[in-house]
């Protein structure tokens, strides 16, 4: 999935990013939060590349921007 298609973050409506860094053995960690940190997932282990990262977190975020949207709406 494209950053662009993930759905925004539900306080400022921003575009999540991706905060990756991969170690020294060329492991990916990392998260994916709102650029203003309001909402964030985090890897809860390292990927083995930053293509892999992206496609763990995406659902992720958008679980997490899903349920804060119905608390929202509550
Ligand atoms: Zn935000």
Do not use: F
């Not at 950053?3 to 306080?11: A, G, H, I, M, W």
């Not at 060329?26 to 083995?48: E, F």
């Amino acid at each position: 999935m494209k950053q662009s298609e993930l759905p925004r973050c539900p306080e400022c409506g921003n575009m999540p990013e991706y905060a990756l860094k991969p170690n020294h053995m060329g492991w990916v960690w990392g998260g994916l939060k709102c650029p203003y940190d309001h909402y964030r997932v985090n890897l809860n282990g390292p990927a083995g590349s930053r293509a892999q990262a992206e496609k763990r977190l995406a659902p992720q975020w958008i679980e997490l921007v899903g349920k804060a949207n119905r608390e929202k709406t509550e």
